[in-house]
Every structure is written in structure tokens, then in C-alpha cells.
């Protein structure tokens, strides 16, 4: 435990247990089919929703340490299972107000993308810089540290946005 919790921030710690809790909850609304199809869709949506500002934003900086990438890795493989799962179930697919089907088990894929693209960048990073990713002011300088972004750190930043900017393209408009 004091492993964990030297690797873990409080706040990321309860991010981590929260969207795992939630993780679980979904999975066993999806077993039992308690709730409507719609309801499971926004459920899902809400999920990954958490999952992209949490990678993204909250916990930037302490997925460099290993323990921390970990957990993040297994809870986004648990949804990527989720995904192979629900993917052609036909429990989870509805209709919206309009009459277009909506499948939002598409959307468990991101959360994988997002860790791998995180690891290629920051990896892309240490060999090519020498330095850690970090993440991006308003101005292209990195927070936390008189210096301006390097060419990964750049576009690191602009593929995350593009990864979740394209997640909820297919989410709401296709």
C-alpha cells in the first residue's frame, strides 16, 4: 500500500478508484440489463467522458511514473474488453430522438488510444529531447517550467486533442 500511494496522488488515488467503481458499475448494469438502452449508451458516454480529462489533463504528469501508468493501462484494457463485448450486442445500440441508431461501445476504445499515444510521445520524447513530456500552456510554453514546447510536446498535445475531438465526432455526429 505505501507503494501505491507514493506513486499515487490523493486526488489521482480517488480519480483512479472512482472511474473504477463506475467501470464496475457499468459492466454489471450491462450484465443484468436493468436500465434502458439509451441509458447504458449515456452511462458509457459519461465514462469515457471522465477517462479522457482525467488522462488528459489530471493525471498529464503522473503517468511517467510506471505504477500509475499501470493502473491506468488495466482499467482501459477492462474497457477494451468491454468494447470486444458490446461492440455487435445488440443491447446496447438504440435509437436516438431522430431515428439514427447510436452504438456508444465505439467509444470504450479511446481510453487505450489515448495511454498508448501518451507512451509513443513521451517515449518519442526521451530519446529525441532527453527530457520528459510535459504538458502545454496557452502559448505554447510548458507549465511549470521557463521553457518553450518542443516539437513532441507540440504534437503530443495537438494528437491528444485530435484523439478526443475524433471520439466524439463518432460519438454524436456519425
Known amino acids: 500500500m505505501i507503494r501505491i500511494k507514493n506513486s499515487f496522488s490523493e486526488l489521482g488515488l480517488l480519480w483512479f478508484v472512482l472511474l473504477a467503481l463506475f467501470t464496475a458499475l457499468v459492466f454489471r448494469v450491462i450484465i443484468l440489463q436493468a436500465v434502458s438502452r439509451e441509458t447504458i449508451g449515456k452511462e458509457i458516454q459519461v465514462l469515457v467522458s471522465l477517462m479522457w ?10 503517468l511517467r511514473k510506471p505504477m500509475v501508468f499501470t493502473g491506468w493501462s488495466i482499467l482501459a484494457l477492462i474497457q477494451l474488453g468491454m468494447f470486444v463485448w458490446l461492440y455487435n450486442n445488440t443491447f ?13 461501445s465505439r467509444l470504450l476504445i479511446v481510453p ?6 501518451f507512451q509513443a510521445c513521451r517515449k518519442f520524447s526521451l530519446v529525441f529531447y532527453e527530457k520528459e513530456l510535459e504538458p502545454l500552456g496557452r502559448f505554447g510554453e510548458v507549465i ?6 518542443n516539437g513532441i510536446e507540440t504534437v ?5 486533442f485530435l484523439i478526443i475531438g475524433l ?6 455526429f456519425s
Request: neutral net charge; glycine residues 6%; aromatic residues 16%.
Open 53 to 62: 480529462v482525467t488522462i488528459s489533463f489530471l493525471q498529464f504528469k503522473a
Open 92 to 104: 446496447t445500440s438504440y435509437d436516438d430522438k431522430y431515428g439514427i441508431p447510436r452504438n456508444n
Open 112 to 117: 487505450i488510444l489515448l495511454l498508448l499515444f
Open 144 to 149: 511549470g517550467e521557463d521553457r518553450s514546447a
Open 156 to 160: 503530443c498535445s495537438v494528437g491528444l
Open 167 to 172: 471520439s466524439v465526432y463518432v460519438c454524436y
